[in-house]
């Protein structure tokens, strides 16, 4: 698995053993990126359920102007750090934040408000729909997302994102067993 794109491009990315992690294949993540141009540069990211790190470490040598990792596994969280430091050699100059906590216990806290929201889970997590609706919820309160905030999510096929109210689901993409909804929350963009 490498960066398909920007200065980190070619990169080599680890990622542990086993099915803890399903990274979004190199295919797949040039494919959303491309989608994604116009809202990377200069975004303050946080990528959900991070894993290896793979979208959010795109994001990164894309011209993110920072990036949150969650990650509750350690060690996962060990090798999504060791992949971190392989972009600084290319002159990625993005802050990159490794935080060990579940996503629903780091939704808890306050936040600076993000420009993208990366949430690529385990595929066991869409069986639990309040905890689905639990992630939504907490990324509608104030404070959360900036006025212009993307929010994309990947499911199984089979699955639906969950959004619930005042989520608008502006796309899907088809990668094979995967899908992609590109989101916004509708509610924001309203006229005062």
């Known amino acids: 698995m490498k960066i398909t794109g920007g200065l980190a491009k070619g990169i080599r990315l680890e990622v542990l053993p086993g099915d803890r992690t399903r990274p979004t294949t190199d295919r797949g993540r040039e494919s959303l990126f491309g989608s994604l141009a116009a809202f990377v540069p200069e975004a303050k990211v946080l990528d959900l359920f ?41 002159g990625v100059d993005c802050e990159m934040k490794v935080v060990t906590r579940k996503a629903e216990i780091f939704l808890r806290e306050p936040s600076d408000a993000y420009d993208l929201v990366l949430i690529d889970p385990p595929y066991s997590f869409f069986d639990d729909e309040g905890l689905i609706h639990s992630i939504w919820e907490k990324l509608s309160e104030p404070g959360w997302l900036s006025e212009e905030a993307l929010v994309v999510m990947e499911y199984p096929k089979r699955k639906q994102p969950g959004c619930g109210e005042g989520w608008k689901v502006l796309k899907q993409k088809d990668y094979g067993g995967t899908q992609v909804a590109f989101v916004e929350n509708v509610v924001r963009r309203s006229p005062s």
């Open 50 to 90: 991070a894993g290896s790190g793979s979208l959010g470490l795109e994001a990164a040598s894309r011209g993110a102007e920072s990036v949150t990792f969650v990650e509750s596994h350690s060690a996962t969280v060990g090798q999504l750090k060791a992949n971190t430091e392989k972009l600084k050699p290319a």
